[in-house]
Structures are given as C-alpha cells and as structure tokens.
C-alpha cells in the first residue's frame, strides 16, 4: 500500500475536519483529528457504498456514534462523492447548512442516521445488522448472497458509557451479530477530562463477556494495523467484534491529548501550528487533486464497482428465483401492503375484552399478511401479549421474527429504530407503558428521523392497580402527546384499537405508539373506524342540539357515554367525543375539527386517568390525575380518582350550571 497517499489523505481530512470547526467557531475537533485515520481506512479499504446510489439495499452501513465527530464524517463523505460540496463543509453548523452540528438523516446525503445522544448509535446499529441477518437468511440462496453486508460504528468512551450501548451490545452478542464491526475510538479522554476520572472498567473483559470478539490497535494512526483489524473482524463468523483503536485526541494541535480539545475549536494560530505539525501546505478548504483522485478510486469507483457486481447477482437472482426476487423488491421498496382483509379478527359489540388482547390478536393477524414485520417485547410478552411471528429469532433461526429483546428497554427501541432504518423491515416493540420513560431517547430519534417505527404498550393507567405507583402511568401519555411528529393512539375498545392498529401500518414518516388497556374493555356501539382516523370524532350525540361536551379517551370513552346518557334523560344534552389521537385530529381541516369541537359548546369537560395538562387545548375542566398512583386492586381504582359515573356526574352538572 502507498503510504504516502495515506497520510496525504488522512491531513487533509484533518486538516479541513479542523478548518469547518474554527470558521464555525463551533465544534469538536478533539475527535475529528484523532479518529481521522480510522474513518479513511474503513472508507477506503473496506466501506461499500455509492455515492450516485445513495440508498443502494446492500451497501455496508456506517453509524459515527459519537456524532460530535459530524466534521469528520461531513469531509468524508463530501471525498466520498456525496452531495455536499466544499461551501457546504466551509458553511458547517451554519443557518439552513447542508452540515448541521449533529448528523442528521434524511437532511445531509451520505448520513444513515441521526446521532449526537451517546450510546443512540451503536445501538441501532444492532438493528441494523438484525435487520441485515434476516434479510439474508429470507433470501439468500446457494451462490446468491443477495443481502450481505457489514454494519460499522465509529464509538467513543462515552458511547460505552452510556446503559444503552451495554443492553445493545449485550444482545448483540447473544445473537451473534458476526457482521457487526465496532471501531472504538479509545483516547482516553472525554468531556470533563481523563476517562478514569469516571471509568475504570475494562472494556476487553466487558465485551467478551458479552460474546464479542475483541481486537486492539496500539498506533490509532497506522493505517496498516487498523486495516489488518478490520479485515480480521470481517472473517468472524459467529460474534460481533469492537475494535479499541488507541488514538491520541486532538492529534496535531498544541494541546492534542487535552480534555480541552474535545470540544474547543481551534484559534487561527493552532490551526497554523496544526498545519505546521501536520507538514500541511493546503489553501484553507481546499485539497491536492491527488487526494481528491485517491479518494474517488479508492472509495467511489470501489463502491460503484461493488454495486454493479451487486446489480450483476441481482439479475441472476431474478432468472433463478423470480418469485423471491419479486418479494424482494416489495421489501426493498417498502412495498409490502395490506391486500386484504380476509380473517382481519372482530369483535362483536357487547362482548368484553382488554384492548392489549386486541392489540396481540391483530398483530398476530398482520404479522401474518405482512412478512416484513419484526419485532417483540421486553421479557413481557404475556402481559403485552405482543411477539413477533416465524418462531424466536435467534443465530440458529435468524428467519424467525420474534425477538426476545429481554429486559433491556431502552436498547429495545433503538434496535426497533435501526430494523426500520435499515430498510426493507419494519420494526415493533412493545412493553408495559409506563417503562417508555426507558425507551423515550430512542423514540424521540424515531420522531427525528420520520422514522415510522412502531412501539405497543399496554397496561395504560393507574389500573394496573396492585403493582402500585412505579407501574402506574400518569405523565406518560402528556409526554409523547408532546413529542413532535410522533402519534399516540390510545382506543377506547377493540374496534378502536383494531383501526389504530391498520394504521400505524400505513404510517410513513412518524412512529407510532399504541396504548393498550389491561383491563377488560366493553366493546361499545358508538365506537367507529372512520373516526380513528380523523383523531378525534362524536362518539354519541345528543337527540337535541347538545350544550355541553365531554371529550376523552380509552377506557373513560364508556364512562363518559354512560354520563351523557344519564344527563339526556334530564333533558341536558351532552355529546361525547372520542379523541385516541390528538396528534391525528391536529391534522385534520379547520373545518372537521370545528365540526368536532364547534366553539359554540364551550362547556366541555375533558376525561382521562392521567396527566390533565395536555387536556386544556381542547376543554377548560379537566377531570385527570395528576398525582402518582396507588397500590390496591382494580376495583378500588376508578371510586379512589373519581371515575365513577356519580362523580363525573355531579362535577359536570356543576360545569353546566355555572
Ligand atoms: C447522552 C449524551 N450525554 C452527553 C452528551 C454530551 N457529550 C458529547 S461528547 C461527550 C464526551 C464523550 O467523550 P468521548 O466519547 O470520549 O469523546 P471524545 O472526547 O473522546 O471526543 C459528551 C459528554 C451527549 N452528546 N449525549
Ligand atoms: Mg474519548
């Protein structure tokens, strides 16, 4: 190999990595020139992608977990072909840039996925190379890899730090994600300053604890030795590897091996002096044309190369196995629909069941109309009696669709996040509901990145009862209710929760999540489909032009039906709104919501065992909890909060009256 080329290349990634920073006065250039040699030897060596086919199915993914390093990955990307030209890395961290502070998916061409929150990264990528495995155990044949490619992280201290990291990579292991390659930079500082001021564990001992295999660079910047590891982590066939590159932070600049450097952008004059260090003569943003050429070579016609064998393969795959080439192609495109509903369960009017029941029965249904579904709870599937379909997937059933995520929440959803990134898949998870607090970081990345996984929850009041406050949900729901661009549902009954269900699966660019009663649920006449999917609609109205009106939700939805009743025989008229998504009614026009909610009926009461606040947009009373909740068995409940006919009753003839 040319050494010289190397180090060229690996400067002028350093040494634009440093300029993008100092211009932006913003920045981490710790990171940016110690890991540089790292990330040009994966893209030059082993990484394949396209550039001119951005989304290309089997390109090898690249996750920079400690997003900090986004200079890095940007200069990068921008040798790699991609469209982010020289202006743009010169514009990094600016107003409406190509290059924000923390990558971003789907805002600059070339980034997998959104980082920044540590640990978010390498735990997705878990579901990535989930997804990857499955792919390939569907539909690989004999001489036909059709899906087959290696799913990188560039990771630092704090990455492994982070809880998540530790669930992601423990059940990484467990399944023997052997095409799961993680590049540790290990500098030995961070933030606040050395790692052993806050860490002492040994991340050897750790990893192979947790079955992975585990290789060391001593020179973070010989090209040759981390080149030499990545190829022998490749050829593991039975465990996911981390790779500890011993790299010196800030490599170049006055105070390289500094906690300061972490996040200080360089002055005019360090960066002279890291030119100087360096044996850099370049023009501020530009590079020789022999670094441009290697990079093109090296990495672009690479990759285009290793695409068009791909192509190559692809069309012998559809001679061979037309109908699997088919399927694939549905998958690749996320193209895999509903047909039909033949069989879709039902329930009829009357008839009594817990809408997490329901929630299990009709994913069970899609899941078997739906092939691309994976997915599974976090060690509670009789309780959420949510599972995936095809049997427990495993590294001797990677085709199954059941994943055993264990107790590992927070990992959960970043795995279901990457399995949806991927592509091809859609990722669920499910758990009781007041364990999202585990779960929110990951969830609100989906939300970032429009990514449309799907998250179950059952167990969605304080009638969980007995297990007492820490398993009482109150503010969960006020949470996610504010969560931009993510869309809760919570169903009153089967019929309900069966059409949230249909369409969570037709969402595109939001996750969705359900929550799902314990309980035994009656299922009501006034329930309706067509008014899921409007967010919010009447559920009963009034034989007289109605005065007053309740709106709520779930399990309050009957109670406040059973009110309205009452009061219509005393001749006040009450209409009932059933509102399972407030975040779908906001999306609907002026004038269905007036419709709805028509401003004339200003008295309105709103009903639901939980946090009262997300409530006053749409009535000025509330009757919520905005206490936590209470050991005691189920029946005690709804008398101890007030949710009992009387109480409703009697608070809202007060309303009416005043
Ligand atoms: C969850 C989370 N907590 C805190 C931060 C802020 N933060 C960004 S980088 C960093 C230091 C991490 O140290 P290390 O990974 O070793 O990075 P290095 O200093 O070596 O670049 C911190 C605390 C963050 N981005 N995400
Ligand atoms: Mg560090």
């Not at 350093?14 to 040009?40: F, Y």
């Not at 820490?470 to 869309?487: C, D, I, K, Y």
Request: glycine share 8%.
């Amino acid at each position: 190999m040319n050494k010289h080329i190397d180090n060229e290349c690996i400067t002028a990634l350093r040494v634009i990595g440093a300029e993008m920073i100092t211009k932006a006065k913003s920045g981490h250039p710790g990171i940016v020139l110690g890991a540089a040699p790292i990330v040009h030897t994966l893209f030059t060596r082993h990484l394949n992608i396209d550039a001119n086919d951005e989304k290309w199915f089997n390109r090898d993914r690249f996750i920079l977990s400690a997003g900090h390093g986004s200079a890095l990955l940007y200069a990068m990307l921008h040798f790699s072909g991609f469209n982010i030209p020289m202006r743009e890395l010169a514009n990094f961290r600016q107003k409406d840039s190509m290059t924000p502070g923390h990558p971003e998916y789907g805002h600059t061409s070339g980034v997998e996925m959104t980082t920044g929150p540590l640990g978010q990264g390498i735990s997705t990528a878990v579901g990535l190379a989930i997804a990857e495995a499955h792919l390939a155990a569907r539909f690989n044949k004999q001489a036909c890899d059709i899906v087959d490619h290696y799913t990188y992280v560039l990771c630092g201290d704090g990455d492994l730090q982070e809880g998540v990291t530790m669930e992601a990579m423990s059940l990484a292991g467990h399944l023997r994600l052997n095409k799961l390659i993680v590049l540790y930079d290990s500098n030995d500082i961070q933030l606040d300053g050395s790692v052993s001021l806050a860490c002492t564990d040994s991340i050897e001992k750790k990893v192979k604890s947790m079955k992975w295999g585990y290789l060391r660079v001593e020179d973070g910047n010989d090209v040759e030795e981390i080149d030499e590891a990545i190829r022998e982590a490749r050829m593991s066939t039975d465990r996911p590897t981390l790779i500890e590159i011993k790299t010196i932070i800030g490599y170049g600049a006055p105070t390289s091996g500094e906690s300061s450097i972490h996040g200080k952008p360089l002055s005019e004059d360090d960066l002279r002096t890291l030119k100087d260090n360096l044996d850099s003569n370049q023009m501020a943003f530009t590079v020789s044309k022999e670094v441009s050429d290697f990079y093109h070579s090296a990495i672009s016609v690479r990759g285009a190369q290793a695409n068009s064998g791909w192509n190559y393969l692809m069309s012998e795959y559809a001679k061979k196995y037309p109908k699997e080439y088919d399927l694939l192609n549905q998958y690749m495109f996320n193209d895999i629909r509903l047909k039909d509903f033949d069989g879709l369960p039902e329930f009829s009017v009357g008839s009594s069941i817990s809408t997490r029941a329901v929630m299990g029965k009709v994913l069970d249904w899609l899941s078997s109309k739906l092939p691309n579904l994976v997915g599974g709870s976090a060690d509670l599937t009789s309780s959420t009696m949510v599972k995936g379909a095809d049997g427990i997937f495993s590294s001797v059933n990677l085709s199954g669709r059941n994943i055993k995520f264990g107790v590992r929440e927070h990992a959960m959803a970043a795995i279901t996040n990457g399995i949806t990134l991927h592509g091809g898949l859609r990722g669920f998870c499910a758990g009781f509901f007041v364990f999202s607090d585990y779960m929110k970081p990951a969830i609100r990345l989906a939300a970032i990145m429009h990514l449309p996984s799907l998250f179950f929850f059952s167990h969605d009041t304080v009638c969980v009862g007995e297990d007492g406050p820490t398993h009482q949900p109150v503010e969960q729901l006020a949470m996610f209710r504010s969560m931009p661009n993510t869309r809760v549902f919570r169903p009153a009954d089967a019929k309900e929760m069966t059409a949230a269900m249909l369409l969570a699966m037709d969402a595109k660019e939001n996750p969705t999540i359900i929550v799902s009663s314990r309980q035994n649920l009656e299922v009501l006449e006034n329930t309706d489909a067509e008014g899921v999917s409007r967010g919010a609609y009447i559920a009963f109205e009034p034989k007289e032009e109605p005065k007053a009106m309740f709106v709520t939700c779930g399990s309050e939805l009957a109670l406040c039906i059973a009110v309205a009743k009452r009061l219509e025989k005393e001749n006040i008229y009450v209409r009932v709104v059933s509102m399972p998504s407030m975040d779908l009614f906001e999306r609907q026009s002026e004038e269905y919501k007036n419709s709805i909610l028509p401003k004339r009926i200003t008295k309105r009461m709103a009903v639901e065992m939980g946090s009262s606040i997300c409530w006053y947009k749409y009535a000025n009373h509330v009757h919520g909890i905005d206490e936590f909740g209470k050991s005691m068995p189920l029946k005690y409940i709804a008398e101890e909060y007030g949710f009992t006919e009387e109480v409703i009753y009697n608070e809202f003839l007060e309303i009416v009256k005043n």
